[in-house]
């Protein structure tokens, strides 16, 4: 069964910092890419972060560049999401996604495997 589990969202003060953490099961790891994704109510699923297993390589969206940092331990099977000088802003509830072969990092068509989702709040 495949499995991606979210988990170290919870309510921080702006500028503090919070480790998100992604654990997969069921599927080769080193052969996906893992994207972070972030939503909250009344507007679409945005990309945040992407990591290839494959390749290494990483990408974040301008709002949180310098901010947030996309890691993954292939030994663990976990990806992990470093997110410092949080923003109000930032408040979401934050899903992982696997993707196999992902052209367009920050389409969500592009990710088969998809967690349940963490909350992240920020108070200002």
């Known amino acids: 069964e495949v499995q991606l589990v979210e988990s170290g969202g919870g309510l921080v003060q702006a500028g503090g910092s919070l480790r998100l953490s992604c654990a997969a099961s069921?599927?080769?790891?080193?052969?996906?890419?893992i994207a972070w994704f972030r939503q909250v109510p009344g507007k679409e699923r945005e990309v945040v972060a992407f990591?290839?297993?494959?390749?290494?390589?990483?990408y974040y969206t301008d709002s949180v560049k310098g901010r947030f940092t996309i890691s993954s331990d292939n030994a663990k099977n976990t990806v992990y999401l470093q997110m410092n000088s949080l923003k109000p802003e930032d408040t979401a509830v934050y899903y992982c996604a696997g993707g196999n072969a992902v052209l367009t990092w920050g389409d969500r068509d592009e990710y088969r495997y998809w967690g349940r989702g963490t909350q992240v709040t920020v108070s200002s």
């Open positions: 990591i290839s297993n494959y390749h290494g390589t990483t």
């Open positions: 069921g599927f080769t790891f080193t052969d996906y890419a």
